[in-house]
Structures are given as structure tokens and as C-alpha cells.
T-cell receptor
Framework: GQQLNQSPQSMFIQEGEDVSMNCTSS?????WLWYKQDPGEGPVLLIA?????ELTSNGRLTAQFGITRKDSFLNISASIPSDVGIYFC??????????FGTGTSLTVIP | GAVVSQHPSRVICKSGTSVKIECRSL??????MFWYRQFPKKSLMLMAT?????????EQGVEKDKFLINHASLTLSTLTVTSAHPEDSSFYIC????????????FGQGTRLTVV
């Protein structure tokens, strides 16, 4: 199936730094979702976005639904070691299908 | 969020045998369930989409006779890997959505399959 373009592919940051990652699509989406996956576990939903331009926060996480409906970003402020994991974006198309991003692997160095 | 339980979390089987993986929605009725395969450090690859009471829709390149999917109730879907081979070893994950118009998909914990 189709996959979204997610960048960066991996990040190595110092504890306390902010993180930013984004997803882009060639087609319009009705919903953007951000998930985090720990090793050996299934993805856990972090934030769901439903409207173009919507900006939503969940603790230190902030995500936005792009105005063009073709992109979304996720920011993590003041990173901590437990933020380590793989972050995936997902989008629901106008045809009601889900597509996943290629993932961003985050490593936080204490 | 809603709870999706996947069982078993790990399974080791001999080459040529079949393995069944269960995916249950514990606190909602899942009209649609999805099955994914994930290789190490890679993204989720959708294998098939199943709607309760109907045949699953398989993604291109996924053998439906190899990966049998049954979604017989609103809370249970099963994936059976038939005549497993070592190359079928992978991490399999299910997700489920309810029929109430919610667009989020909630994931199971995943199943690590090792075929020896």
C-alpha cells in the first residue's frame, strides 16, 4: 500500500532538546494521526487531528494538520529519555483508507 | 483510548505448520480490523483489511491463501499463517476501528512470529 513521506528517518538528540518531524502526502487527507512505537510493542496513538489548520497538544507533544491537508508535523519539547522510540504518522484519505509514514526513529542521549 | 488485545505476543513454530494470531477489541465493537506486518526498524506494511462478516481485502502481493483472515464477530479477527516458512518470521500487528464514525485506529501489542 501507499506510504507517506516522513522525515527525518532518524534523530539523535540531547536530553532537553526539542524535536520536530513531519509527514507529507501527494493527496489530501481528512485525518492525521501520530503514533509512537516502543520496541516489541504495537503503536500507541499520541494525537489525532481532524481539521485543516488544527493545532493540538498532548503534554509536551504538539501536532498540526497542514492547511493544504497534505502534511502534518509533530513537535516534542524538552525531550526526555523515555521519548525514545519510533514515531509514525498516519493519514486517512478521502477514500477512507489509512496510510502510514515510514517512521522516525528517535534516540535521546542523556 | 480503546483497547485492542492481540494474542499470542510471541510464538515459535516449526516450518510447515500453521499459526493462528487473535486480535480482540475489548471495549468497543470493531467493524473494521487491519493486519500489518513489520520488519525490523521498518514501517508498518498493511497486509489486509477485514470487515466483520465479509471477506478480507488483501493488499497487492499478499497471498490470501497463505494469510487467512477471519473476522467472524465484532470483537474478534484472526490471522492464520498457513504452512509457515522461515521467511514468514516477522512482527504482525492488528488494529481496529469502531463503527461509530471515529477515525482513530487502535493497535494490538503485536505478535513476534519465529519460524524455525
Amino acid at each position: 500500500g501507499q506510504q507517506l513521506n516522513q522525515s527525518p528517518q532518524s534523530m539523535f538528540i540531547q536530553e532537553g532538546e526539542d524535536v520536530s518531524m513531519n509527514c507529507t502526502s501527494s493527496s489530501i487527507f481528512n485525518t492525521w494521526l501520530w503514533y509512537k512505537q516502543d520496541p516489541g510493542e504495537g503503536p500507541v496513538l499520541l494525537i489525532a487531528l481532524y481539521k485543516a489548520g488544527e493545532l493540538t497538544s498532548n503534554g509536551r507533544l504538539t501536532a498540526q494538520f497542514g492547511i493544504t491537508r497534505k502534511d502534518s508535523f509533530l513537535n516534542i519539547s524538552a525531550s526526555i529519555p523515555s521519548d525514545v522510540g519510533i514515531y509514525f504518522c498516519a493519514g486517512r484519505s478521502t477514500g477512507n483508507q489509512f496510510y502510514f509514514g515510514t517512521g522516525t526513529s528517535l534516540t535521546v542521549i542523556p | 483510548g480503546a483497547v485492542v488485545s492481540q494474542h499470542p505476543s510471541r510464538v515459535i513454530c516449526k516450518s510447515g505448520t500453521s499459526v493462528k494470531i487473535e486480535c480482540r477489541s475489548l471495549d468497543f465493537q470493531a467493524t473494521t480490523m487491519f493486519w500489518y506486518r513489520q520488519f525490523p526498524k521498518k514501517s508498518l506494511m498493511l497486509m489486509a483489511t477485514s470487515n466483520e462478516g465479509s471477506k478480507a481485502t488483501y493488499e497487492q502481493g499478499v497471498e490470501k491463501d497463505k494469510f487467512l483472515i477471519n473476522h467472524a464477530s465484532l470483537t474478534l479477527s484472526t490471522l492464520t499463517v498457513t504452512s509457515a516458512h522461515p521467511e514468514d518470521s516477522s512482527f504482525y500487528i492488528c488494529s481496529a476501528r469502531d463503527g461509530q464514525g471515529h477515525t482513530e485506529a487502535f493497535f494490538g501489542q503485536g505478535t513476534r512470529l519465529t519460524v524455525v
